[in-house]
């Protein structure tokens, strides 16, 4: 079975630009979880979709967002980037029950400059 | 507020040394207990989930454990290629699937 995917691997933006990430899931796996990696804050909750639905939200400011699709595939987007905004990003999926496990992507690496 | 605190922070050992790496939290109400792996440019792989005190699961070279404060990983053997950040997280309970992670143990294995 195909693990979860992320598009773009790297990507490289400017001050005040917009960035769309993509996230498909495992097959079957209905919950999908974004993640942001710094060196400084280590792995921190963005925002959780289920069945469409934001069901959790991390402490992020308004300006990352995120939805899910019917095909459980979801993006997360950031707007007016800014240079703290350089991270890896994660997506993880999972089946959608409570008390179960959360598979990560390879991660989109963003660069603002 | 769910905390969760990894020690060592990083930790060298001769293949064929073993060692344990210690995962302290603090949850209001534990839903699970989660062992990750990741190599450098990767995203974490899964190891283990642990639900309850006393539990313990075995892969390979490594056994996770759990009590009531906190989870260890313990390395038996280990090999070179074991080089890697461990990383633990909790899930609490009415938290959905939001897992709060710890800093990592950063491992290397020496040949």
């Known amino acids: 079975k195909a693990g979860v995917t992320q598009t773009p691997r790297y990507l490289i933006k400017t001050r005040g630009q917009q960035v769309t990430l993509s996230c498909s899931p495992i097959?079957?796996?209905?919950?999908v979880s974004w993640y942001q990696q710094t060196p400084g804050q280590g792995l921190q909750f963005l925002f959780e979709?289920?069945?469409?639905?934001?069901?959790n939200k991390g402490n992020f400011p308004g300006r990352f967002s995120g939805r899910q699709f019917s095909n459980s595939r979801s993006e997360m987007n950031v707007s007016t980037l800014e240079l703290g905004d350089s991270a890896l990003y994660l997506c993880?999926?999972?089946?959608?029950?409570?008390?179960?496990?959360?598979?990560f992507g390879p991660g989109t690496r963003l660069l603002v400059l | 507020e769910d905390q969760v605190t990894q020690s060592p922070e990083a930790l060298r050992l001769q293949e064929g040394e073993s060692s344990s790496l210690n995962c302290s939290y603090t949850?209001?109400?534990?839903?699970?207990l989660f062992w990750y792996r990741q190599d450098p440019g990767k995203g974490p792989e899964f190891l283990f989930t642990?639900?309850?005190a006393g539990e313990e699961k075995e892969k390979e070279r490594l056994k996770a454990t759990l009590t009531k404060k906190e989870s260890f990983l313990h390395i038996t053997a280990p090999k070179p290629e074991d080089s890697a950040t461990y990383l633990c997280?909790?899930?609490?309970?009415?938290?959905?699937?939001?897992?709060?992670f710890g800093s990592g143990t950063q491992l290397t294995v020496l040949p």
């Open positions: 993880a999926s999972s089946l959608g029950a409570s008390q179960e496990t959360q598979y």
């Open positions: 097959s079957g796996h209905r919950s």
């Open positions: 979709y289920f069945s469409e639905t934001q069901r």
């Open positions: 949850v209001s109400g534990l839903r699970g």
């Open positions: 642990l639900y309850s």
């Open positions: 997280a909790v899930q609490a309970r009415g938290s959905a699937r939001q897992l709060t």
